[in-house]
């Protein structure tokens, strides 16, 4: 309606309405939902979300560790934190669940369910923080920035600046929830028994699974390292999605029935375009200097003014449902503002970048994840907001204070 509306008015070409159609940023992400599509098809998602808890899941504490960075290993393949989330660990967490006697309803929540489910949670949001392809609405922050500033961010540009950060909360978060919101239950020696039953009924991995491995390096190590043989990462995704479809592993016809990528590439590509021109005919640069004129009439420096972009950037997202309506809505004109103000473009964006994903740790239903777990029913909707205010604190303390430190050596500011 957008797009047409902007064609109806001649406010645009038909041609600009509908140029982003061909940025290659939206492709890849739904070229990744293909390739989550053959990582959930063929088993191989839930064998090494089970192999991680056979191998770690004796205690209740590396019971989640397990889940977590098996999570977090899984991120960069599929794009739909909501895919991941009800599509492979939110079964797998139940599972376990009931494995411990801990159910919904009778009392015994606490004995597992519920800090399990809270930190598969919050974890979720930063394993999405993380890499490109590991949050569908990553790509369109790219392409927000690259119009915004110029500026292009590849897939290795992202992971790196986000590893030390990601890893930092990763190992913190699941910890400090154990400390202040324990389970009952400190052992969990049926979890790897489940997991051990549960892979011995897979049974040995399949030609498919192989096949879908194998890909998954190749097309991984392109997106890491392609740049030095002159491959991008939508080529190296075409790759990779032409070797799944001519050895079956996922027929095109499964492809079409991706509704969620189609879905995706072409609102992206609408916002996209969009935005854009929002840009162009000068919208985002009077909001901009509104605000700099505000912020910047404080005399702080460009490290304060950022700061305080930041929070309320990280904060509104209290109104918001998703999180790529959240972007579309504030990140180029934040970004504008902090460039203005005096920020580094590249770090600014970056960060912005990483707290989108971030900000979904908040609520019950500001990221894909969220109502998945949250309607698991373990967890009561105050104690959910709580902790999503104690932990997002907690995130913003790592990412902008060890991320700070690690940006910093990246030469980002």
């Excluded at 599509?37 to 989640?64: D, M």
């Excluded at 913190?172 to 239950?185: G, K, R």
């Excluded at 990528?261 to 005919?281: C, E, H, Q, S, V």
């Excluded at 029913?377 to 204070?401: A, D, E, H, Q, R």
């Amino acid at each position: 309606m957008g797009l047409g509306a902007a064609v109806l008015t001649r406010t645009l070409s038909f041609a600009a309405a509908f140029s982003a159609f061909g940025d290659p940023i939206p492709w890849l992400i739904a070229l990744a939902f293909f390739f989550a599509k053959g990582f959930i098809k063929t088993g191989l998602g839930n064998r090494v979300a089970y192999q991680f808890v056979a191998l770690f899941g004796k205690t209740s504490l590396g019971l989640g560790y397990s889940l977590v960075f098996s999570e977090a290993l899984l991120a960069p393949a599929i794009p739909s934190v909501s895919a991941r989330a009800g599509g492979i660990f939110l079964p797998l967490v139940k599972a376990l669940c009931l494995a411990c006697n801990s159910k919904v309803g009778d009392g015994t929540e606490r004995r597992l369910g519920a800090w399990l489910m809270l930190t598969c949670f919050q974890t979720s949001v930063v394993s999405s923080a993380m890499f490109l392809t590991a949050m569908a609405a990553n790509p369109l922050s790219v392409n927000l920035a690259t119009g915004s500033t110029g500026l292009a961010i590849g897939w290795t540009d992202w992971a790196v600046a986000a590893v030390v950060p990601g890893l930092v909360s990763l190992l913190v978060v699941p910890l400090l929830l154990y400390v202040i919101y324990p389970p009952t239950v400190k052992s969990s020696p049926d979890a790897p028994r489940l997991a051990r039953e549960k892979l011995d009924k897979m049974g040995p991995m399949s030609k498919n699974e192989w096949i879908m491995t194998g890909t998954l390096i190749v097309t991984v190590g392109l997106w890491i390292f392609g740049s030095a043989i002159k491959v991008d990462a939508v080529t190296a995704a075409i790759l990779g999605l032409s070797v799944l479809l001519t050895t079956g592993v996922v027929t095109w016809k499964e492809c079409l029935g991706e509704a969620v990528a189609w879905d995706t590439l072409t609102w992206f590509a609408a916002l996209i375009a969009m935005a854009g021109y929002l840009n162009k005919y000068g919208l985002i640069a009077w909001f901009s200097q509104t605000v700099v004129k505000v912020v910047g009439g404080l005399g702080l420096s460009w490290q304060a003014s950022f700061g305080i972009l930041v929070m309320l950037y990280f904060y509104s997202h209290y109104f918001f449902a998703s999180g790529a309506a959240h972007i579309g809505a504030m990140f180029t004109a934040f970004l504008s503002v902090s460039t203005a103000l005096g920020t580094p473009p590249l770090f600014g964006a970056l960060v912005l970048a990483f707290l989108s994903n971030l900000m979904g740790g908040l609520t019950h239903y500001g990221i894909g994840s969220a109502p998945v777990f949250y309607g698991a029913g373990y967890v009561p909707l105050s104690t959910w907001w709580g902790y999503g205010f104690l932990m997002s604190v907690v995130n913003l303390v790592i990412w902008l204070g060890v991320g700070g430190f690690w940006w910093k050596l990246l030469g980002l500011w």
